[in-house]
Nanobody
């Protein structure tokens, strides 16, 4: 049974940094593209970042809202995916979800991801 568990979310001040972690189990994910999405109160879930698997492992893409501030990475030996978030602002406040696509190719669409974690809350406020 595939399971994704996010951690690392908490209250952070504007301008601060957080690193989210996603632990994957129940399968082999080195060939899967992995993504981070977020959902703020009253808003739809939106794409944040993704990293390719398989032969394109390491290729990344980001939403315009986080480009230059967030970095996605993966450690396939540990079945872990990370999201380093810098220069946080209030608009980054959301529940952050980790997702696995089931294929190597990066996608920004939530419907292309087969497995989802339960989410971790990130709140940016002074």
């Amino acid at each position: 049974q595939v399971q994704l568990v996010e951690s690392g979310g908490r209250l952070e001040q504007p301008g601060g940094s957080l690193r989210l972690s996603c632990a994957a189990s129940g399968g082999t994910f080195s060939n899967d593209a992995m993504g981070w999405f977020r959902q703020a109160p009253g808003k739809e879930r939106e794409f944040v970042a993704a990293i390719a698997g398989g032969w394109r492992r390491g290729s990344t893409t980001y939403s315009d809202a986080v480009k230059g501030r967030f970095t996605i990475s993966r450690d396939d030996a540990k079945n872990m995916v990370y999201l380093q978030m810098n220069s946080l602002n209030s608009e980054d406040t959301a529940v952050y979800y980790c997702a696995a696509s089931g294929g190597w190719q990066i996608s920004t669409g939530a419907s292309d991801y087969l497995y989802w974690g339960q989410g971790t809350q990130v709140t940016v406020s002074s």
